[in-house]
């Protein structure tokens, strides 16, 4: 089945094991990765009255369908739970080379339960995964845990989804960091990977994940980079990232403007 690993990493840190599961390719077509995976998960293995930040709670990062591929904007990967600061699903997006790391690194998703016993993190790589000790990298800033884990497993090229002193306190809208500048950002999530004792997931991947059709994929990112990138306006992307969206949707009158009583604001 090309485009997938056919494989979904399950870590239980309560008991400090893992497993994984090789679903049909029946479940891809009907769940094809990302926020449609995640959200399977937590319908499945969450029972409703949960609190967000018990051992109980679920914890996914599913990388998407075309996430690794040459085609625009395929480093997306969604990270899931019960959100602490809504109280209902959680999901939340982000970039970066992560998403596609942990694809290379042999599985479509990882689902994590339970609550490890002390500060650990997860290594990942080529279908391997390790639960190791991260108790020195408890209450460390994001660029000194990413900095601590490179060094341990001594390759700089690691990727790393990670929480600040903010997740380990459980702040209820805390993000997860990854590559230090992209960030899952909704939901609070990581307050959900403090309350699990989990610094961090490292990731490490050498397998490339061919399309089914790889010439077709290579004529559709030719011509979305003609069509877009050499005759579009995406200075403002390139130079502020997407905030610089945030001008187009107060002009577009498409604003949440005070709780999205409003479309704009004035001026």
Sequence with gaps: MSGYNGKILHVDLSKEETSVEEPEESFYRR????????????????????????PENVLVFAPGIITGSSLPGASRFTVAAKSPLTGGFGGSEAGGYFGPELKSAGYDAVVIKGKANKPVYLWIHDGEVEIRDA?????????????????????????????????????RYTCISNDLKHMNGRGGLGAVMGSKNLKAVATRGTEKISPEYPEKVKSLTKWFAETYMEKGDTSGLNELGTPILINVHDELGALPTRNFHEGSFEG
């Design 31 to 54: 769940y094809m990765g990302g926020k449609s995976l995640a959200l399977y998960y937590l319908l499945n293995e969450l029972e409703p009255n949960v609190d967000p930040l018990e």
């Design 135 to 171: 108790s020195k990298l408890w209450g460390k800033p994001g660029k000194e845990t990413q900095e601590n884990i490179r060094e341990e497993l001594e390759d700089e090229n690691v990727r790393v989804a990670l929480i600040g002193p903010a997740g380990e306190k459980l702040v």
